[in-house]
C-alpha cells in the first residue's frame, strides 16, 4: 500500500512535472543571478524573474507587475508588511481565526509597547463579522490583517466587505492568503486589500522557499523594508532603492524556486489546472460527506461548500488528534496534520485547545479512491475508542 498524502494546506505535494523540470533546468542550465549582470545566462534569469512576476500579478489581478515582491515564504511576506507599516503609536486589529505568521509579529509589537492590539472575535464556524472589524477600528488604527481563510475551519472571511470598511476609514488592509491563492479566485482590486501575503508552496504548486507580497500603490511609501542591501538597480547609491519591488528585493533571489513558482502558478491557470481543483473540490465534498455518517467524528468550520476552501479538520470522541494521526500514518501509511496548526487562538474559541483537531486538506492528485479509504480507516479509528 502506498502513502496516501493529505497534507496540502501545509505544502502542496507532489508538484505538477513542469515544476520540478522548471527548478532542475534553472539550476543546470542558467545559473546565474537575476539583475546583475546583461550576460546571456543573466539576462534569462532576469527574464524568468520577469515572467514569473507578472503571471503572479495577473494571477490576483494586480495593476502592475511591479506591486508584486518576491519572498522567502508566506511568514516572510507577512513579516515584511506587519512590521514595516507599524510605527510606536499605532493601533492594529487582527482575529482570533488568524495564524501565528500574523499573530506573532503583532503580538511581538504589543508586548514591546510599540503598539496597541485589538484581536476580533469569530462565531462558531470560525467566520469573522466585517461589522466586528468596523467597531474595533479607532483614530489609531494602522493595520487591519486578516486570514482570507482559516487554515483550521476552512472559513472564507469576508475580506471584500472589510475592504470596503477598510477604504472608508483610510486604514491599510492586509490579506493572508496562504489558504486561498491558487485555490479560489482573488482580485485584490475587487478586495480593496492594501497589501496580501501568500506562500508559492501551497495552492500555487510552487516550491518551498518562495513567497509572494502584494504592495498597493497607497502604502508602498508607508512600509520599510525588513532586509536592506545589493539589489539588481542603483548600485551607486549606498541607500536602499525606494522604488518597486527593488525596494523589498534584496539580495539574490532563489532564481530557480522562482522558476518553479512561475511554472506551478502557470499550471494553476491552465484548463487542466483549472479541471484539477474542480476535482479536488470534488474531493472536499466527498470526504466531508463520508466523515459525516461515521459515530463519534465531530466536523468543524461552515457548512456550506462554497463558505469554506479546502480544508476539513474533526475530532474523534475519546481520542486526542496526535494520537489518532499517529494510528492514521502507523497503521493505514495516510499522512495528515494533526495538533493546533500554529493558530492557537482559534482552537480556543473552539474549545479544542486541550486535544487538538486532525485536518485533512485533498490536494489535486489525489483520487477519489484516496478519500474513500481514509474515510474507512477513521470509521475504523473510532469504531475502536
Known sequence: MSEI?????????????SVYRAVEHTMRQVGASSGRAVYDAANTATQIVKQTRQSAAALINAPSADQIVFTTSGTDSLSTAIL???????????????????????????????????????DDAGVISAT??????????????VTHASNVTGAIQPVAAIGDICKKRNVPLL?????????????????GCDMLGAPGHKGLLGPMGT????????????????????????????????????????????????????????FVHSEVGEAMQDHTEDLMKELREGLTTIEGVKIFGPAGETERTGVTSI??????????AGILDVEFEIQIRAGFHCAPLIHKRLGTDQDGLIRFSPGPFNTSADIEFAVGAVAEIAGSV
Open 5 to 17: 498524502y493529505l497534507d496540502n494546506a501545509a505544502t502542496s505535494w507532489p508538484k505538477p512535472e
Open 175 to 191: 490579506v493572508d492568503a496562504a489558504q486561498t491563492i491558487g485555490h479560489i479566485p482573488i482580485d485584490v482590486q475587487k478586495i
Open 84 to 122: 514595516g507599516i507599524l510605527k510606536p503609536g499605532d493601533h492594529a486589529i487582527t482575529t482570533v481565526a488568524d495564524h501565528n505568521s500574523v499573530l506573532r509579529p503583532l503580538m511581538h509589537l504589543e508586548q514591546l509597547g510599540t503598539i496597541t492590539l485589538t484581536i476580533v472575535d469569530c
Open 315 to 324: 475530532s474523534i470522541a475519546g481520542l486526542d488528534s496526535q494520537t489518532a
Open 132 to 145: 466586528d472589524i468596523a467597531e474595533a477600528i479607532n483614530d489609531q488604527t494602522r493595520l487591519v490583517a
Open 211 to 266: 513567497g509572494v507580497l502584494y504592495l498597493s500603490t497607497r502604502v508602498v511609501a508607508q512600509v520599510s523594508p525588513l532586509r536592506l542591501g545589493g539589489t539588481g538597480s542603483q548600485h551607486v547609491d549606498a541607500r536602499q532603492p525606494t522604488d518597486m519591488p527593488q525596494k523589498f528585493e534584496a539580495g539574490s533571489l532563489n532564481v530557480p524556486a522562482i522558476a518553479g513558482l512561475g511554472e506551478g502558478v502557470r
